[in-house]
């Protein structure tokens, strides 16, 4: 029997060690986490989506320098006044193209501008990942740092729990008067008190955590050391005004200004285009039966606005404007870039000095309240200093871990604010995405490309509500 009770055991421990082993297996790393969020982030989705149709104006400007062909078809009739009862019937088809020669250089700047808009969208979407992966490192973070609370608060409470006791018990032998007895309990209760709001706090970050990551906190790994970042201030700012996709978006948008300035003013100046057509003309007028006869045409339009009501100029000066708007939208990019790498840069800076500062703290905490636990024991001390000493050894063990994890989120603050918090600076081992790969598919204006059963599914939904 006994054997057999030792063998039950054995099996016992190996199961639990298998599913502790599976447990930490399936545990989540923080490279894990930036890879789910990289993948699986509508927000980037929709970006993307909205690159994709920003890649589509490189087509269409280059479609005013390719030939245009169209169909027309025509059937009218008509009645005289002579003969009311006859009607007269006349039919005309016709094939036409145009070829556009000269423009003044409006399609020249449309192309250029649509190149330089694709390349500042480019900016942005590397904008919007940075920002999709610093929220999933500042969530896994907040967890982690949630989780040290709560197992702290936990220990407060059994420890004060323990206190509690001990001091009732001393109570009913004659040791401590009621007054302790109160003060014990009243720690207790507010020890209670913040691990409920621990716990609470907790289950916030774990949504924040699921909204950023897409998949549930449940087993998350320390985080790893953490990545190196320049040495000086004056670094990190030379590198962010080089690389941050704000000022880079911003550099762009003030080219598409410039050219789309160039567009507005060709647009007063003659266009040239050759003009082609084919069809042919049938009616009725004798009677008879149907007659008529095919033409063919070649020729060549030009025109050369003069007056347009104050129009054209109003495009320039608005071109102008906007021209004006970006440059100083660029400045603005400039000084928010050094704003940011400079608040990342001193947020860091107060971590570490706070992580020295609050571990020495936790030392000297550590030691007073054990002296006072060894006075109080020998009559020297009350319960309330007890109390006292041990609540400002646990404040700062707790400022030890926020100083932790303010580090972390402030180091991978600043890579963002560099432009270098990207799937390829971190490593994560993954293919990021290619925008070049739908550029290159539609910049020569394919035939087709899209997918109406995308849309017919969208409409067979609002139709079902």
């Known amino acids: 029997m006994h054997r057999l009770s030792l063998k039950s055991l054995l099996l016992s421990g190996a199961v639990a060690a298998a599913l502790a082993l599976s447990g930490a297996a399936e545990a989540d790393s923080l490279a894990d986490a930036l890879v789910k969020a990289y993948q699986t982030s509508p927000l980037l989705d ?18 005013a320098r390719r030939p245009q062909v169209g169909v027309s078809a025509s059937l009218s009739s008509q009645t005289t006044a002579e003969a009311i009862e006859d009607q007269l019937y006349s039919s005309q088809a016709s ?40 929220d999933a490192v500042e969530a896994y973070v907040s967890v982690r740092r949630d989780q040290e609370f709560v197992r702290l608060a936990r220990n407060d409470v059994q420890r004060l729990d323990e206190t509690l006791t001990a001091t009732r018990n001393r109570f009913d032998v ?5 007054t302790d007895v109160s003060q014990s309990e009243s720690r207790a209760a507010a020890s209670r008190s913040t691990l409920a709001a621990a716990e609470g706090q907790l289950a916030i970050s774990r949504e924040s955590y699921l909204a950023v990551v897409g998949s549930p906190a449940d087993n998350l ?8 970042v320049p040495g000086t201030l004056d670094a990190a700012t030379a590198i962010g005004r080089q690389r941050n996709p704000a000022i880079i978006a911003a550099q762009f948008n003030e080219r598409v200004a410039v050219y789309d300035f160039d567009r ?17 003309e049938r009616d009725n007028q004798n009677i008879q039966g149907w007659d008529g006869n095919s033409f063919g045409q070649v020729g060549v339009e030009g025109s050369l606005p003069l007056y347009t009501g104050g129009r054209n100029d109003s495009l320039v000066r608005q071109a102008q404007a906007l021209l004006d708007q970006r440059r100083f939208e660029l400045n603005d990019s400039a000084r928010q870039v050094v704003q940011s790498v400079g608040e990342a840069w001193a947020q860091l800076l107060v971590a570490r000095a706070s992580i020295v500062a609050r571990r020495e703290q936790v030392e000297a905490a550590r030691i007073a309240a054990e002296g006072v636990a060894e006075e109080a024991r020998l009559g020297a001390r009350s319960t309330l200093d007890v ?21 972390y989120i402030a180091t991978y603050g600043l890579l963002q604010a560099m432009g270098l918090l990207t799937v390829e600076h971190l490593n994560l081992g993954i293919e990021s995405y290619n925008p070049d790969v739908n550029f290159t598919r539609v910049r020569n204006g394919p035939s087709g490309g899209y997918d109406t059963s995308a849309v017919d599914r969208i409409r067979a939904r609002w139709e079902r509500r």
């Open 46 to 63: 929709s970006s993307r989506a909205a690159l994709r149709g920003v890649d589509e104006n490189l087509p269409q400007a280059r479609s």
């Open 95 to 134: 094939l036409n193209a145009s070829l556009l020669v000269f423009d003044n250089g409006q399609t020249k700047a449309a192309i250029e501008s649509a190149r330089n808009l694709i390349a500042a969208g480019r900016a942005d979407l590397k904008g919007i990942e940075q920002q999709v992966l610093f």
């Open 174 to 178: 004659g040791e401590v008067t009621r």
């Open 221 to 228: 790994e320390a985080p790893p050391p953490l990545p190196q």
């Open 264 to 280: 507005a003013l060709a647009a007063k100046g003659p266009q040239l285009a050759i003009t082609a057509g084919v069809g042919i």
């Open 387 to 407: 109390l006292d000493a041990d609540q400002e050894r646990l404040e700062a063990e707790a400022e030890v871990v926020r100083a932790l994890a303010d580090e």
